[in-house]
């Protein structure tokens, strides 16, 4: 690809001090590159952000949802381009790369949209208290590579909208989609208002931890998020943290096999599993788990696997080779602890490519079942007792979301309301509304993003109290 990506940095879109390859995992080939920021353009952004903001923060909630909604138009006008990009980095098929474009323009429309306003608390002859809520300042929006732009998205644009500052930071495998953001924004947004960095994974210490940044938002691995945590420790920074999941998909026994287990497929398959709320085990009763698994693993063997620009493809490539290394591992455990009902082994052909697999009879231990696989490999376990599927589907470091799959809505919700979790889904999955606030519970993250809450984290109240007469 001829094109050249660029940092944006100060409102000007400047080449980086390295130059780095962006790999199709559909070929495991470089096929662009993409600028590569060192620890000087981080501070350059950094200070650049910080004269940015008072401009910014002291514009009317109109004057910034204008600048917004031009963004989105330009976001728009280069609707086919970031889509194609998007399959091109991250591998995922067109068909879903045009609905993650779709939503980051959608995001940006709905959260421009949104006026979190002040409000009193007191009003009397003698006294008036009212609570405002102020931006904090420089956000560091730090994404990973499974969703390059709609993570971004339900970062950047509360922050802006609440009158923030944003500094980009895609994942390394994954930064041209945010890149080409960048230039979209560049004839747009005041200079320093929004900028992109990025690194080859050696620059997010130096981010979260510098002074310049008033607050992290952070979506990638528990791991990683654990150092961001301890590093914003010095200047008491403000964070989000979306992190793993390990969710279940628990059907229970009123549920119609016909009717959830494609619904329970692509709740584990779309985006080919690299999905923090993808459906990562699933459990059932006794009585339905052959013809479970039979369906599952015939819907397995009929999916379409292939480069995501090919329009037949279902299930693109897994997006980079650490990943793939890992599944492959993964399969390797399935297949002497269990039994493979459909796929189980990479696909023979170049790129980062797996078999959709359904893997039964596993040990409750199997690393499977314990750990976050992130990927197309789904391993069904049986249970013979409710109360003990729900201890199983709680016993895992992890809460961010789950599903109920059931006949009886009611019933659904009530053992919903047992799942230790941030999301619980029943008889759907992936629903996730700009304004519902999602977010996990135990060490699936700390704090919500979307929603009133999502808007309220890159704010912080300042109470103004008056004492009248
Ligand atoms: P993975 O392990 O799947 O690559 P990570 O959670 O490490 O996922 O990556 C998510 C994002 O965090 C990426 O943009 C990555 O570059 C960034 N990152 C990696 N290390 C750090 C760190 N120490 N501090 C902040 N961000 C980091």
Redesign the pocket.
Known sequence: MDQAFRLLIDGALVDGVAEMPVINPATGRAFATAPRADAGQLDAAVASAGRAFPGWAGLSYAERRAFIERFADGVEVRFEELARLMTMEQGKPLVQARGEVGGTIAGLRYFAAQDIGSHVIRDTPAERITEHRSPLGVVAA????NFPLILLVVKLAPALITGNVVIA????TTPLTTLLLGEVAADILPPGVFQTLA?A?DL??A??SHPGIAHVS????T???K??LS?TVDTLKRFTLELGGNDAALVLDDADVAKVAPAIFGAAMVNAGQVCLAAKRVYAPRAMYDDLCDALGALARAAVVGEGLDQDSQIGPVQNS??YAKLIDYLAEAREQGKIVAGGAPLEREGYFIAPTIVRDLPDDARLVREEQ?GPVLPVLPYDDLGQAIAAVNASEYGLGGTIWTGNPERGELVAMLIDSGTVWVNRHLDLPFDVAFGGAKQSGLGRQQGIEGLLEFTQAKIINIAKG
């Open positions: 730090i994404t990973p590579w930071k895609p994942a390394p690194d994974n997010g210490a981010l979260t952070f979506t990638g691995s791991a990683t998020g150092k961001v590093s650490a990943q992130f």
